[in-house]
């Protein structure tokens, strides 16, 4: 099975001046605005780097929910967010770090149990898979 999703944008101006809209195909974002000013300096609008980090957040959980029912276990709530360092390295930026934070209410796993199964979802998802940086993992499990 081969799936393909696609995203876009449409950008005008320079670099500081210019700006931008990003589109999904599913229609999520439609003409969203992103620019030097919400990527660099806290304005209002979208950047690559917190896309990345709901598109991580999403694949993860997602991936932890098909692990912990090949477990035999159902969460009742999860609820992941990724922060995402973007740092300027050799001349340019990079994305050098992605932190991932789990709050998860899993009844029937150990605190253990549930760290070493977050591990494996961490590793194997796909966005996971994709980026090239160092990914970490905080786990609070309710109990």
């Known amino acids: 099975m081969k799936i393909k999703r696609k995203g876009s944008v449409v950008w005008s101006g320079g670099l500081k ?33 917190e896309l990345i980090g709901a598109a991580h957040s999403a694949c993860f959980t997602m991936a932890l929910s098909k692990i912990l029912g090949e477990a035999g276990v159902t969460a009742e709530k999860m609820q992941t967010s990724a922060a995402v360092t973007l740092e300027q390295v050799d001349g340019g930026f990079a994305i050098t770090a ?46």
């Open 98 to 143: 992605i932190h991932l934070d789990l709050k998860a209410n899993v009844p029937g796993v150990s605190k253990e149990e549930f760290e070493t199964l977050a591990g494996k979802a961490k590793a194997g998802c796909p966005v996971s898979k994709v980026l090239d940086t160092e990914i970490t993992l905080d786990v609070t499990l309710d109990e």
């Open 17 to 49: 001046d210019g700006k931008g809209e990003i589109s999904t195909e599913s229609g999520a974002l439609s003409s969203y605005p992103y620019g030097f000013a919400a990527r660099f300096e806290g304005q209002k609008g979208s950047n690559p780097e």
